[in-house]
């Protein structure tokens, strides 16, 4: 089955820093990567996603890198600000299975 | 769009007694899942439903859960005889198709076995 490493485990920046968590996948078959953003005690929420065909997807501060050679795929938080502050997970789905599996997650700390 | 709603919100429930959680998808959503999660981990596939048909099943499910989705609407999740080790927070999540499309997540179920 697919795995999914992600790191790192803990990220703290300064506000108005930028942000780079990097996962790679085992699955050469995955062609959709989204990304969640789970704060303290709330659910999981999609904030951006990539599928195999593009290498990069842009939404404001937000964007996405995918390296399908390497198997690697980034999210990259431009001008931080304390509401960024979360858990952020990565995730791969392999096609035609539609399971998505998640990395253990990167929790960024935004100090004001 | 109501999101996916999950019931109860906690459980505290003695070792070895058995529990049953609910989950409502969002009603045009034809795919519903279940993850668990402990803390400082991502959320760990259980389970998967398309319609009503269960497509997959995780190895680390134990003979003692078991899933259902009699009508392709809403889901349960029954754990039988519950361990110390069931403690957790289970997540069910729900999802278009065709293709790959995001997962809408529920607030989840926080378990704790005593």
């Known amino acids: 089955g697919e795995n999914v490493e992600q790191h790192p485990s803990t990220l703290s920046v300064q506000e108005g820093d930028s942000a780079v968590i990097k996962c790679t996948y085992s699955?050469?078959?995955?062609?959709?990567f989204p990304w969640y953003k789970q704060e303290l005690g709330k659910r999981p929420q999609l904030i951006i996603d990539?599928?195999?065909?593009?290498g990069e997807k842009k939404d404001q501060r937000i964007a996405v890198t995918l390296n399908k050679t390497a198997k690697h795929f980034s999210l990259h938080i431009t001008e931080t600000q304390p509401e960024d502050s979360a858990v952020y997970f990565c995730?791969?789905?392999?096609?035609?299975?539609?399971?998505?599996?998640f990395g253990r997650g990167t929790s960024l700390i935004v100090h004001p | 769009d109501t999101g996916v709603s999950q019931d109860p919100r906690h459980k505290i429930t003695k070792r070895g007694q058995n529990v049953t959680f609910r989950c409502d998808p969002i009603?045009?959503?034809?795919?519903l899942y279940w993850y668990r999660q402990t803390l400082g981990q991502g959320p760990e596939f259980l389970t998967y439903?398309?319609?009503?048909?269960?497509?997959?099943k995780s190895r680390l499910l134990s003979d003692r859960f078991s899933a259902e989705r009699p009508k392709g609407s809403f889901s349960t999740l029954e754990i039988q005889r519950t361990e110390q080790g069931d403690s957790a927070m289970y997540l069910c999540?729900?999802?278009?198709?065709?293709?790959?499309?995001?997962?809408?997540f529920g607030n989840g179920t926080r378990l704790t076995v005593t």
């Open positions: 999540a729900s999802s278009l198709t065709p293709l790959n499309s995001p997962l809408h």
């Open positions: 995730a791969a789905v392999p096609g035609g299975s539609y399971i998505p599996t």
């Open positions: 009603s045009e959503h034809n795919r």
């Open positions: 990539i599928r195999s065909n593009v």
């Open positions: 699955d050469s078959a995955s062609n959709y």
């Open positions: 439903f398309q319609n009503e048909a269960q497509l997959e």
